[in-house]
């Protein structure tokens, strides 16, 4: 093509960026009162309708042509804020938001801009904090993993446990992020509660697909969660007690304006509860019983300031579960019957005690450090270091008392333990060269030490001492893993935006070093100014497998690298998505995907882990599986009432026919949570400053399950007078488990009083008592026919709580 040609297309294209001068706009948007940065505050400019979006940090970067501009600054909840100013050279604009409870004072500019309508992100979902609060709680205690279960795209495992599967996939194909750094065990109590504090958290995004090019090693999802700075303006708080946990929270400025705090606790107290039953107990039994179980977190956030250009974040999260029982049980007496003894030894009275000491939990702790490089380029450098650590120790000393007042002892004593230990330095980037290119890219270095297991025997019998003992225990396992990124966010004139990105991985571990090459993409196109077409792609691949046999979580349940013969899974996923914005109050997604796993692991048939990792490459086969599904979304985020509606209609099958490694003869099975309809309403409303009220109601098909539907009665004898019971399985995952439903109520009130507000919440959990099953057995009934028996475990579940925010 002649160059004169194109000269003169590219200055009848882009005129203005050819000849105007282009000047940079950047700051940080924050809340006025506390001072906490904005994630995702808009900064559009009127004349040139050009719009850039606060990152994670608060910051954001606007290129425009020199002149007169208009500039409006928005974000859900808040007022409108409008800047008018003529720019001439590079400018920085730190924006104070003020929030607003009132509707008409809402952004028509739309915010929350990279996951909505005018957004190229698509098959993610935000969900205020204050939303999750509002949704009534199991026992009373708000969790975000539970509320996330709410959403399409997102399964719940057993009855009120907090796992989750996301499209298919399974629990350890979840990437977790508390403030960017990996969560490896996200649940308290076997799965019951999650372990994120509320109180803490600022803000909870979900991917289910489409993945950032900043986001990887993961197949399934990513839950990135991001921990409250702490208020710059003034000390406030809040502390709350219920039926099974007490929760502080307290935050304020060190120095004001420029270092900041934020401090959450939160800790329950079965074994206080428990401790007068087992007083009584003791009483009347001739056992003595000390047993308790509980568990705490504690969240800690420091931020100082050195400049706007420099910002210095400490952030720091530990958690645990601790088991504890001990029973010493007294018995003997013997006294010297039917002659004289004397001068033999013989027992008085034995003591036998038998205790167990179970822990488990994380800690998390990262140094984080922004800097402005100039008004086009923010740089967000971590140093971080994560252990998710389980130990078990079971002891049993006997001592028996003779009748010359020595005792003769017998002890033994068992420990296992295991644990995962993380140190992460990352560095990120935002760049924005100007008003149609939003680049981030990075590089992020992990050194794994996985520790499977050790266990370790210790005793002392009849004197004979080997407190040493002695191990048995795999080496623990190094690995090293690198990954690097680039992604654009590019708009394509007004209609067309896409955001287009690559990752490159490594995973070295036991001199087998894995690579992977990972696109991704989605793009949208914008039919009308509040309606929009969406598309995705995204390749992901994953090199660490959780070994786990349950269908709740286990603190068993052991982390484990890659192999010579275990390669990574991967994952192919495409979705297609529309995207409606009824006057900036109600969004309506309609979203379909499909997805094609490779490398997924199964045991084999027979096969099962129980706590131990050794040879468990020869227990798993590889196979495929692939998920789609549709999903449908209605979101409420301002306004009185507030909630969403959602519906899932999927399928998740899996296919295990690799010569020698065959499951279900090869054929295609469900997966265990494959279901084909997911349903939840949740609403809050909010009457007026002293009563709110929430609700949920969910509805799904049930789970499948492997069980024996016939059985064969075989006579062992001749002439067949013993007989024995055979039961024949047609398939894995043959049976679907009744469907499930129930409905929570919440109900708060509350109080202004003189130094803050006190609220009083009733919450009911299942509150028409409708018996799910938790489990199916099988049984016999009064005519000793083979029957399934059904078990439910959780009725209707009253719970209260008291609250004061000051």
Partial sequence: MNKNLVAFLLIAIFPSFIFAKNITISGYIVDNESGETLISATAFEQNSRKVAVSNAYGFYSLTLPEGDVLLQYSYVGYHLFDVKTSLKNDTVINVRLTHSNELQEVSVIGTRNQLGVKGSQMSAVEVPIEQIKGVPAFLGEPDVIKALQLLPGVQSGTEASAGFYVRGGGPDENLVLLDEIPVYNVNHF?????????????????????????????????????????????????????????????EGPIIKDKTTFSLSARRTYFDVLTAPALAIFNKISEQ?????????????????????????????????????????????????????????????????????????????????????????????????????????????????????????????????????????????????????????????????????????????????????????????????????????????????KINAGLRYSTFLVQKQFYHSLQPRFSGRFLVTDNFSIKAGYSYMSQYIHLLSNSSISLPTDLWVPVTKKIAPMTTHQVALSGVYNLKNIVEFTLEGYYKNMNNILEYKEGSSFFGLSAGWEDKVVMGCGWSYGLEFMVQKTIGKTTGWVAYTWSKSERKFDRLGQEINFGKTFPAKYDRRHDISITATHKFNDKIDIGATWVYSTGNAATLGLQTYYV????????????????????????????????????????????????????????????????????????????????????????SYKF
């Fill in 190 to 250: 076997f799965g019951f509660f999650s372990i994120f504090n509320t109180d803490a958290i600022k803000s909870v995004t979900l991917y289910k697909g489409s993945f950032p090019a900043h986001f990887g090693e993961r197949l399934s999802s990513v839950i990135d969660i991001r921990m409250k700075d702490g208020d710059a303006k003034k000390f406030h708080g809040n502390f709350s007690i219920g039926l099974i946990s007490a929760k502080l929270n307290f």
């Fill in 288 to 496: 003595n019983v000390k047993a308790g179980y509980y568990f705490y977190d504690v969240n800690a956030k420091i931020t100082h300031r050195f400049s706007d250009k420099d910002k210095l974040y400490l952030s720091f999260y530990m958690g645990d579960d601790a088991i504890n029982v001990k029973t010493i049980d007294k018995y003997g007496d013997y006294n010297n019957y039917g002659g004289d003894y004397s001068d033999e030894l013989y027992s008085i009275s034995h003591e036998n005690t038998t205790k167990m000491d179970w822990k488990w939990g994380n800690l998390i702790s990262a140094l984080r450090w922004n800097h402005v490089i100039n008004n086009r380029m923010f740089m967000n450098t971590t140093f971080a270091y994560t252990r998710y650590r389980f130990a078990i120790q079971m002891g049993n000393e006997e001592k028996e008392f003779l009748n010359d007042g020595t005792t003769e002892k017998n002890a033994a004593s068992v420990r296992y333990s295991s644990a995962i230990n993380d140190f992460n330095l990352k560095s990120d980037f935002d760049y924005t060269p100007n008003s149609w290119n939003e680049i981030k890219f990075g590089l992020n270095y992990v050194f794994h030490k996985f520790s499977p297991e050790v266990f370790t025997l210790k005793g002392d019998f009849m004197g004979d001492d080997f407190n040493d003992g002695f191990d048995i225990k795999n080496t623990p396992i190094p690995a090293s893993e690198l990954s690097i990124y680039g992604e654009d966010n590019i708009s394509l004139g007004r209609r067309f």
């Fill in 715 to 802: 006579g062992e004898l001749p002439d067949e007078s013993y007989y024995h019971n055979l039961t024949y399985i047609e398939s894995r995952n043959n049976y679907r488990l009744a469907s499930y439903h129930r409905l929570d109520l919440g109900v708060n009130f509350h109080k202004q009083k003189k130094h803050g507000t006190r609220t009083w919440n009733i919450s009911f959990y299942n509150i028409y008592n409708r018996k799910n099953p938790f489990i199916v057995l099988p049984d016999h009934d009064e005519n000793n026919r083979s029957v399934l028996k059904q078990i439910s475990i959780f009725p209707i579940i009253p719970s209260v709580s008291y």
